[in-house]
């Protein structure tokens, strides 16, 4: 399926979110719905916000002498340390306001866009989540495949020795987001189990599911 989806109108301001633990993924789906539609625009400010959030609170502890390390209070990690689902949430609701603003400019431009991370939660943002808007959560069945993806991409990942970890807050991810589909009967919130596909069946299996949302 290495060609642009011609008959799939992406609507203006459309938003794709995209999320799953570390290996699942998300950033090369991303790019690779973005090569074949090509009314898409990858936004990945949310890592961006996470460093502009390290970078302020180190001119506030350095520059400004202030003692108090405000962004550890408020668990703003590391980007080499995993977070477990709960951290990811926390992380997600401080940035949620942020989030918003991303959506909304976006959508006043017009500009079709695909989000991801793995502090986009559906639980956290689903009450954003409106017309024009579909989620998708990419998750595996099968520990040993987050191994196998993660030591494909990088032989050496520090994120190997913590493989259980991250399955773990896969399978919560999943759990949860299966909850906000039954609770709040959305039509736009999909899980998709990854573990058996390749890069084309989901790129397709995804497509199949934007178009189901736009119909």
Do not use: W
Request: hydrophobic share 40%; proline share 2%; with cysteine.
């Amino acid at each position: 399926m290495n060609r642009i989806e011609k008959d799939l109108r992406i609507p203006n301001g459309f938003i794709l979110f995209l999320s799953g633990v570390p290996g699942v993924g998300k950033t090369t789906i991303s790019y690779e719905l973005l090569k074949r539609i090509n009314s898409f625009r990858i936004i990945e400010e949310t890592d961006i916000i996470r460093e502009i959030l390290r970078g302020y609170n180190q001119y506030l502890k350095y520059d400004l002498n202030i003692e108090k390390n405000i962004f550890k209070d408020i668990n703003i990690s590391d980007h080499t340390v995993l977070l477990d689902y709960d951290n990811a949430k926390k992380q997600c609701i401080l940035m949620k306001k942020s989030i918003e603003h991303i959506i909304l400019r976006q959508q006043r431009k017009g500009i079709a866009t695909i989000i991801n991370g793995v502090h986009v939660i559906p639980e956290i943002l689903y009450d954003i989540i409106s017309d024009n808007f579909v989620f998708i959560n990419l998750y595996v069945t099968d520990e040993n495949e987050i191994y196998n993806r993660i030591v494909n991409r990088n032989p050496s990942s520090y994120m190997l020795e913590h493989i259980p970890f991250i399955y773990k807050s896969n399978t919560e991810l999943f759990s949860n987001t299966e909850k906000v589909i039954s609770m709040c009967n959305y039509n736009n919130i999909f899980n998709i189990n990854v573990t058996n596909l390749s890069v084309d069946d989901t790129i397709e299996l995804c497509v199949r599911k934007i178009k189901k949302y736009l119909k």
